[in-house]
């Protein structure tokens, strides 16, 4: 099992840019599909990117393709999302996710078997 810790949240303007953190405890992220999932209250969490660490193949939900980039560093055992031109519909609660399926790409939340504790992006007009 690995525990996904994210870091990088904070409070940007609209237009602005930030770049997420996952970084891995327990275990590498070597043998994992990994995705980013963003939340706000009332709604259910929604898929934002994928990344299969082996081969790095991408995928993005539309509401963010162009302006997100999922990427991972082997030697740092961290996953990273770039957000850029961030609008305020961008504000949510954002979680880095572990699926055991290591060719895992996509968006289905029960394909992930490990989760983050989440770190918060709010995005101010």
């Known amino acids: 099992q690995v525990q996904p810790v994210e870091s990088g949240g904070g409070l940007v303007q609209a237009g602005g840019s930030l770049r997420l953190s996952c970084a891995a405890s327990g275990r590498t992220f070597g043998t994992y599909g990994m995705g980013w999932f963003r939340q706000t209250p009332g709604k259910e969490r929604e898929f934002v990117a994928a990344i299969t660490w082996s081969s790095g193949s991408t995928y993005y939900a539309d509401s963010v393709k162009g302006r997100c980039t999922i990427s991972r560093d082997s030697a740092k055992n961290t996953v990273y999302l770039k957000m850029n031109s961030l609008k305020p519909e961008d504000t949510a609660v954002y979680y880095c996710?572990?699926?055991?399926?290591?060719?895992?790409?996509?968006?289905?939340?029960?394909?992930?078997?490990?989760w983050g504790q989440g770190t918060q992006v709010t995005v101010s007009s």
């Open positions: 996710a572990a699926s055991e399926s290591r060719f895992y790409l996509g968006r289905r939340r029960d394909q992930y078997t490990d």
